[in-house]
């Protein structure tokens, strides 16, 4: 089994599927992570990580988690 080579266009695929998913899976995480970073002490918005993400869920939309936060 060891000699079988994997042929380009399954790396392709299996490349891209793979960047498909760290997206959407890593991307709302980073998204909480610096939203509960940012929280002034005296005004806390979000208690939790799932807290934020529920949250934003609410206010923004499911892909309100995959804007970019930097506007």
Known sequence: M??????LPAKLINGG???IVGVTCVFPIDLAKTRLQNQQNGSRL???MSDCL???I???GYFGMYRDQRT
């Not at 060891?2 to 042929?7: C, T, V």
């Open 2 to 7: 060891a000699d079988k080579q994997i042929s």
């Open 17 to 19: 599927i793979a960047g």
């Open 58 to 60: 609410r206010s923004e």
């Open 54 to 56: 529920i949250k934003t």
């Open 46 to 48: 979000y208690t939790s």
